[in-house]
């Protein structure tokens, strides 16, 4: 089973926003007490985060589909809904994200987050949606669907040194020699398949080092394991070039591997990422072979002008090892004192507004009617209940205060054409007079959307209800010395 995996697509899904609630305050007196539905809850965000502790992408291999909570469900009483939980995906400090192919966050430091997916916003409840001329509206607005997104995840590793060079040149064997790390260790090319990592202490200072799995000519353009895993030389501090002195291949020698080497990093990396400048250590591993130790003595010096240090040794004797140890710990000191403090950083992928008025009318040759594309409109589509008169009334009210219904009498719409607007298809029937009134005058129409209930009011007033309590008492208050007077005389008083 793969231990170390560095590259990985994940399916993240964010919560979906919870439901408005439409609700009606009831209190003893008060039969229509005003709307008290609440707003439904947001839903949780999918998050990467930063974490020092994690060194690989396994969980991910395993578990590709990740979720956000949905949005908690509100109630009448103005009582809104909780946000949905976060999904928080844990990475490796050098985690690079790529969505439609292009990469969107490189990410480093500890803490560092992004916003991958946004969950959906809850749906607003009646008592947010009343206003002046809607005092009482009978619905409330849906929740909206989560952001679903696929991501690559591609792991640029992040140790301090990098150890390069032709299959089988020992360096599995030195990061086992000089850490605690037990990668596989064979005598056959390409034994290692993936990057090992090794801590190593040489005095006050603890560094990483990666073994890379062997590179050969052409491994720049994906020859071999290639750009599978040159990607992971890119952030080392330091690349030792891990010499084989015990090579039996024809054409090979210390000096022509370093050049081939030369020419694959500098292929890969070019002058912006300067891989070849960062090649300052050569080790000439198996000095304990037959003339592995008098090769030595023949290209120190030619290794030397070119500006490398060279460090014999034997991993099979541990020779050299403690030497070699000192070297890179005062480079990779150097470096570390020469890089700025990287902060925490939060991140956050911006589509474009919700709020983006624009939209357009074109045919659509499915249904030979119309689509209304635009951010709004589809948006607004995916909150109402369909189910709901009202709701949809108030969709076309909103609709038409945008637009799309003058734009469409403008396109040639006729009564009766499907439109589509979202994953909605739908007859056009305006009730308004499209495209013979400017948006300002249709604005202050508002025959749609509101309550039947408060139009038709029959409740009689204060001075009805005064009147009539009057005439209720007054046979038993009126009478004359004789007694009750004529009942035709008290209802000719009480009409005066």
Known sequence: MAAFVDRVTVHVTAGNGAHGVSSVHREKFKPLGGPDGGNGGDGGDVVLEVDPNVHTLLDFHHSPHQKAGNGRQAAGDYKNGGRGEERVLKVPPGTVVHIGGEPVADLMGAGTRLVLARGGKGGLGNAALANARRKAPGFALLGEPGESVDAVLELKSIADVGLVGYPSAGKSSLVAAMSAARPKIADYPFTTLVPQLGVVRSGDVTYTMADVPGLIPGASTGKGLGLQFLRHVERCAVLVHVVDMATMEPGRDPESDIDALEHELREYGGEELDLVGRLRIAVLNKIDVPDGRELVDLVRTTLEERG??????????????????????????????????????????????????????????????????????????????????????????????????????????????????????????????????????????????????????????????????????LPYEVADADGWIDADLIQGDAGK
Do not use: C, M
Request: net charge negative.
């Open 308 to 473: 490398l240090q060279v460090f014999p040794v034997s991993v099979a004797t541990h020779e050299g090892l403690a030497e070699l140890g000192f070297a890179l710990a005062r480079a990779v000191a150097e470096h570390r004192a020469a890089q700025p403090e990287v902060e925490p950083a939060h991140i956050t992928l911006t589509p474009k507004a919700v709020d983006d008025g624009g939209f357009t009318v074109e045919p659509d040759p499915r249904t030979d009617g119309w689509l209304v594309l635009g951010t709004r409109p589809e948006r607004w589509i995916k909150q109402t209940d369909f189910n709901n008169d009202e709701a949809v009334g108030y969709l076309a009210d909103r609709l038409n205060r945008l637009g799309v219904e003058e734009a469409l009498a403008k396109a040639g719409a006729v009564p009766g054409d499907a439109i589509t607007v979202g994953d909605v298809t739908f007859d056009w029937e305006p009730t308004l007079p499209a495209g013979t009134l400017t948006i300002e005058e249709t604005a202050g129409l508002g025959g749609r959307g509101t309550d039947v209930r408060l139009e038709n009011n029959n409740r009689p007033g204060a001075d009805e209800r005064l009147a009539a309590k009057k005439a209720r008492r």
